[in-house]
């Protein structure tokens, strides 16, 4: 939804998308169309009827898709694994072998940073995706490659579900300051972002208290309810690989697409876009690699077609089968084991994270008495632990709260007290003793300190 506080704004966005519309074509996943500020206020209850200094004229609303990031790019690496991949994680290129007659890239040698064991792997051609951190793979080819990212920090916040209602977000395509701010439901809560600031590249990027600020005061101008940071549940910081062409004249090409290069033989880098365009910047990588190995594939991409791990089969009703046909069984705290309904909501959950798999993870629920919540409003369960250790190459809790379930973004206290049960459950899992369980406890306090929830706010200004 795109409120309009004069008539003007309200043609031009209403006529700018239905151009959106007509450029989707067949794939238009509905039309979008205008709403008076009454009927506009009805499906957005939250939303103020007065700006500053002018009053809302109405709407317009246009469809966009969303996905859950972390079960995406794990499907994605299990995906890989069932056609054939060696997929490896925790692992990082610690140096790169050449050719001693030509210089060309052969390989790499690999740290498994889980043992401290360092072994080689050798390739006709190595492809570096390594997002914002590519540039220190290419340095490792050639210390004097000219730097292809320019980061920036994008920051967004969750709030409580009731900012927005369910399947309704809100966007604003100019601020005060010309910046884009949206508020959209996302995974049972709310997401609200983003800021776009130059930043230094790191591991654990943290928001600033100003940027958190910025994102909290552009919304509370286009709502009719208080807008306080207490309400923060998680505030993160993420790095965008903008990626300058190497090859370009001048930097004033950073783009928001994808860059593919060859500037070292035998090392093709991918760097730049989005998650949108996932599979054509695959595509093209690949392309480039098959040029530079002179390589001879057996068939054409068949991007076009594949279907990720987990979806074949799926329909959005799949959820009703778990509800009806598992039950989570659920270990008291004085150690009984009682039976508790596969509720509508951890039903949806799982059918939605693991497509057809969902059902591998509710027999976990059932038979092994794992069916608990993780955390009390959330729909995360014990299973899920002992399955993503199993299944999906969970090697610590930071592994799980993070990249294997989104709980670390949605609700960073929530996280913390889930910790010692998600360490307990993969320490049967992986068999570790008790200062791996210290150590994994520590380093996951240390990643949640990164979020800044209402609970580690720098300082209060007294404004939220």
């Known amino acids: 939804m795109t409120p309009c506080f004069d008539w003007f704004d309200a043609i031009y966005y209403w006529a700018g998308l239905k151009m959106y519309d007509l450029v989707a074509g067949r794939h238009l996943l509905h039309l979008s169309r205008y709403y008076s500020a009454q009927e506009s206020v009805e499906l957005f209850p939250t939303l103020a009827r007065n700006g500053k200094d002018k009053t809302l004229k109405g709407t317009v609303v246009y469809y966009d898709g969303q996905m859950n990031d972390s079960r995406l790019n794990v499907a994605l690496a299990c995906s890989a694994a069932l056609s054939g991949a060696a997929v490896l994680n925790h692992a990082e290129v610690v140096s790169l072998l050449k050719d001693e007659g030509d210089g060309r890239i052969i390989g790499a040698r690999i740290r498994n940073n889980l043992s401290g064991k360092e072994f080689d792997a050798y390739a006709k051609v190595v492809v570096n995706a390594a997002g914002p951190f590519c540039d220190s793979v290419r340095t490792l080819a050639d210390k004097d490659a000219k730097p292809m990212i320019c980061p920036s920090s994008g920051v ?34 709310t997401v609200a972002g983003t800021t776009d600031s130059n930043t230094s590249i790191t591991m654990l990027p943290e928001p600033h208290e100003d940027e958190i600020e910025f994102i909290l005061d552009a919304i509370s101008d286009y709502l009719n309810i208080k807008v306080r940071r207490i309400d923060v549940l998680s505030a993160w910081s ?110 949806k959950h799982l059918s939605h994270a693991y497509g057809v798999l969902a059902e591998r993870v509710a027999a976990i629920a059932q038979n092994e008495n794992l069916g608990k919540r993780l955390a009390h409003g959330h729909p995360f369960l014990e299973a899920e632990v002992a399955y993503c250790a199993r299944e999906e190459y969970c090697e610590s809790a930071v592994d799980f709260v993070a990249r294997r379930c989104r709980l670390a973004f949605l609700d960073t206290d929530a996280a913390q007290r889930a910790l010692p049960r998600i360490i307990e459950i993969l320490a049967a899992e992986h068999k570790w003793d008790k200062s791996r369980q210290k150590q994994e406890l520590q380093k996951g306090k240390e990643f949640l300190e990164t979020f800044k929830s209402s609970k580690n706010a720098q300082f209060h200004d007294g404004k939220h």
């Not at 996932?278 to 594949?306: F, H």
């Not at 270990?331 to 039903?347: E, I, L, N, W």
């Open 238 to 347: 993420g790095i965008r690989p903008l990626a300058i062409d190497p090859k370009a004249k001048s930097t004033a090409s950073i783009s928001r697409d994808h860059v593919v290069t060859e500037d070292h033989p035998g090392l093709v880098t991918i760097t730049g876009g989005k998650w949108t365009t996932y599979r054509s910047m695959a595509e093209d990588a690949v392309d480039a690699a098959i040029k530079s190995g002179k390589l001879s594939p057996a068939n054409k991409c068949l991007t076009y077609n594949l279907q990720l791990i987990g979806a074949d089969g799926w329909d959005p009703s799949s959820f009703t089968v778990l509800a009806q046909q598992y039950v989570r069984m659920k270990r008291s705290h004085a150690g009984k084991v009682v039976p508790g309904a596969m509720d509508t909501a951890a039903a």
């Open 156 to 189: 967004h916040v969750v709030l409580p579900d009731y900012y927005s209602p369910d399947g309704m977000g809100l966007i604003v395509p100019k601020t005060k300051d010309g910046r884009v701010v949206f508020m959209l439901p996302w995974l049972g809560r």
